[in-house]
């Protein structure tokens, strides 16, 4: 198979980070985005990847993200949406958003709306990772 050029948001630990890890062994181009400066650093170095950091609970920086990503990679071969999280108690982004509703759907959409092009052009996947949880009381 060919080189791809993939795209890992969340990819600064747990799944994300053991897929950027995979993915690079397996001879593909892999761009770790993570939301902390110093764990996405740390991934990227590990595996010899770029990284891009941006919080998926602040709409600008997931803004700034895909501007960031289509200077930088005129074909992206898969998008893979893996950021997210459950924040606990309710809490409202700068954006005026639930956080966990925020970074879980509202961010990944518009991250994917806005390389919106670059995927098409590229005739990209798009992988969009989903959880359940049960709460019990």
Same mark, same amino acid.
């Given at each position: ?54 919080? %998926? ?29 459950? %924040? ?12 966990? %509703? ?6 990944? %959409? ?28």
């Amino acid at each position: 198979m060919a080189q791809q050029t993939i795209i890992i948001t969340g990819a600064s630990d747990g799944i994300g980070a053991a897929a950027a890890h995979q993915l690079t062994e397996n001879g593909h181009k892999v761009i770790v985005v993570g939301r902390s400066p110093q764990k996405t650093a740390a991934v990227a170095g590990k595996i010899g990847a770029p990284f891009h950091v941006a919080d %998926f609970a602040d709409l600008a920086q997931v803004r700034s993200l895909a501007s960031e990503l289509t200077a930088t990679y005129p074909r992206i071969d898969v998008l893979a949406n893996n950021a997210g999280g459950i %924040f606990g108690d309710r809490e409202v982004t700068t954006d005026g958003y639930e956080k966990t %509703f925020q970074v879980n759907h509202l961010a990944p %959409f518009l991250l994917t709306y806005l390389l919106m092009a670059t995927l098409i052009e590229s005739n990209a996947k798009i992988i969009q990772t989903s959880s359940e949880v049960i709460s019990e009381k």
